[in-house]
């Protein structure tokens, strides 16, 4: 009777082991391998800031919906020292994700990559604001960069750093700074001014600089047929070489900082701009927006004519009219006046 009643407390005692056995390596199986982290989304993105502390990034990820059982996260991040290793950075979760996932995740520092796609950009202040929704750097960060003072190191300033950028799509990660992402820039503008095209701005008697404020000029102009670069950009060397204004309305609607003016009108001439062609012989003192490698090398290429003055055609097919003579030139403008009159374009 004593052993079959001894054999019942074992059993019990076992039985007790097993079960909390069970609930033990239950509990640990939500805690880290589970795949607790469940959202509508295929995948969530995420934004340690460089500054965070531990409480910081579990608050964040618990209002974001992304850990659903702090308390779980907590145990795995102080295993993991986690709180010690706080790297900052863009991170995408994907749906379905364990706790031991994500915080392995937050601990490898692997960023989402990102990228900037720099086009049809016609002020350094609208590159800024790019920067400024791609990195982590503030306005403040961002513009002490683009100061004088800084981008001396480059040979640029804040007036004609656009030139330094060449239009495409790169690489960044958000915690990336500014001055990285200049440096970057620069090291792709001095790979773009071989020796080669160097050669050819010289014997334009321009510097790299120069052909870029020309390029500049010469896109403006004509963003639609490449083929009549090259000839504008004649026109315009022709001009700069009997230093005559290059009265380019482009320059104009820069001046005035309105780009959505589809007319340009005689009061526009007057403006005090070092960028009013009109008024100014030369270059004006930057580009009037970010020259593509097309543009670039059409103006280093350019076309040896004799053309003086250019108009648009009044089919507004973005073509141009090309003359030698003053004559021929009102000629082509009072055609392409009137047709902007019938289409009732003021402005």
């Not at 531990?54 to 608050?59: A, I, L, M, S």
Request: with cysteine.
């Amino acid at each position: 009777m004593a052993k079959s009643t001894l054999m019942k407390k074992v059993a019990a005692f076992l039985l007790v082991i097993v079960l909390t056995g069970g609930v033990a390596c239950y509990i640990f199986y939500r805690a880290f391998y589970y795949p607790s982290i469940r959202f509508h989304e295929k995948s969530r993105l995420i934004y340690i800031h460089t500054d965070w502390n531990y409480p910081q990034v579990r608050d964040m990820l618990v209002q974001k919906g992304i850990v659903s059982s702090p308390e779980f996260f907590d145990l795995i991040a102080r295993i993991k020292n986690y709180s010690n290793h706080i790297k900052p950075g863009r991170y995408r979760v994907m749906n379905h994700t364990s706790n031991l996932q994500l915080v392995n995740l937050l601990l490898s520092g692997r960023q989402e990559p990102e990228t900037v796609s720099l086009y049809n950009i016609r002020t350094i202040k609208e590159l800024k604001d790019i920067l400024g929704l791609k990195l982590e750097s503030d306005s403040a960060i961002i513009a002490s960069s683009f100061s004088d003072k800084n981008l001396k190191q480059y040979g640029f300033t804040n007036e004609n750093a656009l030139a330094m950028f060449l239009p495409g799509t790169y690489p960044l990660l958000w915690t990336d700074t500014p001055d990285a992402f200049l440096k970057s820039m620069h090291t792709i503008y001095e790979n773009f001014w071989s020796p080669e095209r160097r050669k050819k701005a010289a014997a334009m008697q321009l510097t790299p600089l120069q052909v870029s404020v020309l390029a500049s000029i010469v896109q403006a102009e004509q963003s639609q047929y490449d083929g009549e670069k090259s000839i504008i950009a004649g026109l315009y060397l022709n001009r700069l070489k009997k230093d005559m204004p290059l009265q380019s309305d482009p320059t104009l609607i820069y001046a005035r900082g309105d780009f959505s003016i589809l007319r340009v009108l005689d009061g526009d001439k007057r403006i005090n701009s070092p960028y009013n062609t009109y008024l100014h012989t030369g270059l004006p003192p930057g580009p009037i927006d970010m020259p593509s490698v097309s543009s670039l090398d059409a103006t280093l290429n350019y076309n040896k004519n004799d053309y003086l003055y250019m108009c648009a055609e009044n089919d507004f097919s973005g073509r141009h009219h090309f003359s030698t003579s003053l004559k021929e030139q009102e000629q082509y403008a009072t055609r392409y006046r009137k047709a902007l009159n019938q289409r009732q374009i003021v402005r």
